[in-house]
């Protein structure tokens, strides 16, 4: 079994991390038909996510956020790109673009 580890420190304090963990856990459910539960702490909220060969936690603290998951045989075949996609992903929320500016990951073309 494949593990994925992910730390970031933020400045946001808990009601805006709160807000940046549902913005993370609508999009793995979108993106990545992830099936994601939230239990909110008083000083600490976690994200449950799951979906077949996939589970694990996104901790949500003031000061950061700490996900970790699980991923199957043939899933974790696919842990490079997973782990990049997800940090890149928590990286966009955490720190959006300037007004008037891209994200790089915007400007990202897909093949195909």
Do not use: N
């Not at 003031?62 to 970790?68: A, I, K, M, T, V």
């Not at 990286?91 to 891209?102: C, F, I, Q, V, Y």
Request: hydrophobic share 35%; aromatic share 8%; proline share 2%.
């Amino acid at each position: 079994m494949s593990v994925i580890h992910i730390h970031r420190h933020h400045h946001l304090g808990l009601e805006e991390a709160r807000k940046v963990a549902f913005l993370w856990a609508e999009q793995a459910e979108e993106q990545f038909d992830m099936e994601c539960a939230y239990e909110e702490g008083d000083t600490l909220d976690t994200v449950y996510f799951s979906r077949a060969g996939v589970k694990g936690t996104l901790q949500v603290q003031h000061d950061q956020f700490e996900l970790r998951a699980e991923l199957g045989f043939l899933v974790g075949a696919f842990k490079s790109r997973i782990e990049q996609e997800i940090a890149e992903q928590l990286d966009t929320l955490l720190h959006p673009a300037e007004p008037g500016k891209k994200h790089k990951h915007a400007t990202k073309k897909k093949k195909g």
